[in-house]
């Protein structure tokens, strides 16, 4: 099993260009969730999916668009990038919400 | 509502001596409880976690933590600390919210260990 991965793993935008992240996950997993993290905030939720099809607003949605058409993936975009969504960002899946598992992170740089 | 601090945002200790990092949570009922590890430039990996069985829980790489419902706290041990466990720690709580169980991240504690 690969787990979760992450594409891409680093990324450059400038300032107004769009971007997609790709989460996928072979655990048959039910939730999945897209985090970021910056130094001295820990783990920030985006955004979060419960099922196929379902999506949910975390605690820092805004700027962010997520979609979960496939069980497998979970796909983040940034419709318009601005250099306050420079980040780390991680997808992690889960069963029903408990321990999870994470992937090993896409670096962003918006210039 | 449900919180998770930890007490020392960093925390050094000597090679071979006790590792202890704190986590205390608050929660309106009984959560679930994990700790997670982050070694530089990797995600998140679980270290241990509590589901309301034994209140002692044995994780990985010689890690536990205790669940003290009373003291509200759920703290990371280790008897003697190796080069290999310096890291960032994340405590997390797990509770049942609404449709979905909501899991909620510390803000971490970088762990330092001194040959």
């Known amino acids: 099993n690969a787990g979760v991965t992450q594409t891409p793993k680093f990324r450059v935008l400038k300032t107004g260009q769009s971007m997609t992240l790709l989460c996928a996950q072979d655990?048959?997993?039910?939730?999945m969730y897209w985090y970021r993290q910056d130094p001295g905030m820990g783990l920030r939720l985006i955004h979060y999916?419960?099922?196929?099809?379902?999506?949910a607003k975390g605690e820092v949605p805004d700027g962010y668009n997520v979609s979960r058409l496939k069980k497998q993936n979970f796909l983040l975009g940034l419709e318009s990038a601005a250099p306050s969504q420079t980040s780390v960002y991680f997808c992690a899946s889960s069963v029903r919400g408990y321990e999870q598992y994470f992937g090993p992170g896409t670096r962003l740089t918006v210039t | 509502a449900q919180s998770v601090t930890q007490l020392g945002s960093h925390v050094s200790v000597s090679e071979g001596a006790l590792v202890l990092l704190r986590c205390n949570y608050s929660?309106?009922?009984?959560?679930?409880l994990f700790w997670y590890v982050q070694y530089p430039n990797q995600g998140l990996q679980l270290l241990l976690k509590y589901t309301s069985a034994a209140t002692l829980v044995k994780g990985i790489n010689g890690f536990e933590a205790e669940f003290k419902k009373s003291e509200t706290s759920f703290h990371l041990t280790k008897p003697s600390a190796h080069m290999s466990d310096a890291a960032e720690y994340f405590c997390?709580?797990?509770?049942?919210?609404?449709?979905?169980?909501?899991?909620?991240f510390g803000t971490g504690t970088k762990l330092q260990v001194i040959p």
């Open positions: 999916s419960v099922g196929e099809g379902t999506t």
């Open positions: 655990m048959n997993h039910e939730y």
């Open positions: 997390a709580v797990s509770r049942r919210n609404g449709g979905y169980q909501k899991v909620t």
């Open positions: 929660s309106s009922v009984p959560p679930y």
